[in-house]
């Protein structure tokens, strides 16, 4: 009498993907099964230009707050800032991107950082891609019915890359993560086609194109 042995399915992890900006910050949520992934919901996070920088940066923090009580992530993966001519619009993206960081590690997640070019790389295969082609792409990699927007799909392209990262080292864990411990915009994701559904989050608002249950 032989057995089968069946091997069991692998483990699903929710990768929540941020691109830091103090006036847009964009957002995606991905589904990791071993070499499937899947989406879940993407977006993007405004902040009031009219308002003074402390107001802004708590807009962020309590939108990404929201987003991770919503989705429930197991890690988050985030762009690294890059260098910039102006230094006064450098020195903005740090602070966006640090309350992002700590509204990630508040809620104990643990977060992992990627370059642009590596994030480019990993999802469109060289470093020197247009914002343009790292949609295109993000749309083919998550089976989109069409091109996120700018922002969200910049957020996705992070998720990809952590992704991809953590399969070529066999676990979702790459390195240079932190240890474990608004108003949110219904644009970003409107060239997604019929399939994009809006969904209130509180008094916010946030687009969830084909969101799957959390």
Not at 9 to 29: H, K
Not at 139 to 153: H, I, N, Q, V, Y
Request: aromatic letters at 2%; hydrophobic letters at 40%.
């Amino acid at each position: 009498m032989s057995t089968v042995t069946r091997t069991p399915p692998a483990a699903v992890t929710r990768i929540l993907g941020i691109d830091p900006g103090l006036r847009m910050t964009g957002f995606g949520v991905i589904d990791v099964q071993g070499q499937k992934l899947r989406y879940v919901a993407s977006g993007c996070i405004k902040s009031d230009g009219s308002q003074h920088l402390p107001e802004r940066l708590h807009t962020l923090f309590s939108g990404i707050t929201e987003i991770i009580e919503t989705y429930q992530p197991d890690i988050a993966a985030v762009e690294q800032v890059f260098s910039n001519v102006n230094p006064q619009s450098t020195l903005l993206l740090g602070q966006a991107r640090g309350a992002a960081i700590t509204a990630l590690v508040t809620r104990e997640l643990a977060v992992s950082e990627y370059t642009a070019l590596q994030v480019k790389q990993s999802v469109v295969g060289h470093g020197k891609a247009a914002k343009q082609q790292v949609a295109h792409m993000v749309m083919r990699l998550l089976t989109l019915p069409g091109e996120p927007g700018s922002d969200a799909a910049d957020a996705l392209a992070c998720a990809i890359c952590h992704a991809h990262a953590s399969q070529g080292l066999g676990q979702l864990a790459a390195p240079g993560r932190r240890q474990r411990g608004g108003r949110l915009l219904a644009l970003a994701d409107g060239e997604l086609g019929d399939n994009a559904t809006t969904r209130k989050l509180g008094s916010k608002m946030t687009a969830a194109s084909r969101r799957t249950t959390p």
